[in-house]
């Protein structure tokens, strides 16, 4: 058994932040995270992130056009946080070195966004995430941060409303392992591998945020499943919004602009939900290639703008697609992007069971409501990693410690459930796993409607059954990922089933959750959070207020 007073699960961008925070308020704290922190999906991000930098913009402008940008779903007093600090945290990232692109005064640069009413997305490159994650893990490893890499967390230990430790397996040699804690800081990333398209990286499979579900955590709506318009055809690269930031049109395959028809204002800067729908109408009504896609095209930025601002967005086409965008258009599909819902959570990542936080992606702090607006992400893992941080160190002083849990049984008892599933024959996790993502993609995509949902939520059980019955032939101890992806999958199938019933009770459109059979917003009925909470029967639906500080909510146009 090994002792740390707050362990963080997660070396993505909200991890390492609250990681640094406590160490700097005196925390014996450690990193734990299943690959090495800086192949997290963090590194991945591309266009940008959100402060209200310039004299000309301000934080309540800022505040607005999130909470717009959410469909009136989010949390304000959390958005007025997340804005607010938005301009300090991201002088601290680039104080701590990072790369951030320049204007000519020498000022940090700032491209517009979807949804924003301003450029407001400050930015390296098109490879901001990257930038980020190494400035942090530099930060980390500055402050000699104990980190387990390659260690993947498969339990919580919850006894009476509060979390003592986990339980984790060190991949290297399957060996397991007790850690001991005060608190424990979940910052595990998104779901959006439970998608047959997705934008995301292999490991993002939302097992962190089924690990708080199994322990009592409501889950908070997670019906809400940002697609992200612009996926390169086929793969499902994001193809960021900062290429149509810097100018880039959509058309489809009459060289129609066809956004004039969708959000005639803002046109391809229009939130991504609505991007995404309309990219999904002009395919579905035939004005999109046969092949499922529209043309992103940014060949009249001209060579020179394309290799300073989108030098990875050129290389992504070059390599997956065979398509040089300085002389062509990139084909580009609607695909499953980020996680609005994830485990409730408030404004310092406190969740309901004490000395346990949720931050970053896993987490439903609830600034992103609806739809989350692009370079709000990274936005959120800064200043909630940090607040996390921070909270988590005032916890532990008030605790010590636990001595009333049996960790020795506890450990026996999670050995035993592995090793049951080794053996000969049985399910296969690929088999079950890629129908859930197809059931998913299928039925609980753009659009919904209480037909597909049906169907999707019979379908996830079914599949909950026959999980039952999975083996994991392969029995080596070394670097054994059958294992991990069968461990990983149950958590997956909790999560597919707790987005399909919150969107089948959910009779109404907003943001990202879209129902052909209740076009409309319904204020009266549904401006209301959706909270899951874990049955072995399936989830039990419940819901909580939205708070709502300085912005009604209004019809929202663009
Ligand atoms: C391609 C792409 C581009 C994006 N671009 C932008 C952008 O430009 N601007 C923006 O604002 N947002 C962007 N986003 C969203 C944003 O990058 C993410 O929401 C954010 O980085 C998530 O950070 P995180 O720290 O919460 O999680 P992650 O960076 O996903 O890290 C999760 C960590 O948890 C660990 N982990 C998970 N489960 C376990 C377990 N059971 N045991 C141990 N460890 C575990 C993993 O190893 C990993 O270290 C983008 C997302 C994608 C996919």
Redesign the pocket.
Known sequence: MTDHDIIV?????????AAIEAHRLGADVA???????I????????????ASLGSDDSWEAHAFDTVKGSDYLADQDTVEILCKEAPARVIEMENWGTNFSRKDNGRIAQRP?GGAGFPR?C?AG?R??HN??HTLYEQVLKRDIRI?SE????RLVVENDSCTGLV?MNMADSDMEIFRTKATI?????Y?RIYQR????I??????IS?AYMAGVPLQDMEFVQF?PTTLWGTN??I???ARGEGGYLYNKDHERFMARYAAGAMELAPRDIVARAIQSEVDEGRGFPEGYVHLDITHLGKDKINKKLPGIRQIAIDFAGIDPVNEPIPVQPGQ???MGGVSSNKDGETPVSGLYA?????CISVHGAN??????????VVF?KKAGSAAVDYIDTVEFSSEVNFVDLLENEKKIISDMMGEGGENFAEIRDELREIMQEYVGVFRNKEKLEQAVDAIRNLKKRSRDLKVNNNSDIFNFELVNAI?LK?MLELGHVIALGALAREESRGAHYRTDFLERDDEKWLRHTLAYYTPDGPELDYKDVTITQFQPERREY
Do not use: M
Request: proline residues 1%; hydrophobic residues 35%; glycine residues 22%.
């Open positions: 699960i997660g070396g993505g961008l909200s991890g390492l932040r990193v734990i995270s299943k690959v090495h922190p192949r997290s999906h963090s590194g991945a991000a591309q266009g940008g992130i959100n966004f997305t930015y098109d901001t995430g980020l994650l387990y260690w993947l967390v498969t984790a979940l910052a595990t990333g998104g959006g997705s934008t995301n990286a490991i993002n499979r939302g097992f962190g690990l992200h690269i994001l960021t919004e900062g992007h980020y996680s931050v970053g992606e896993c987490a989350r607006l692009g370079g709000n992400s990274l936005l959120d893992t990693g990983e958590g």
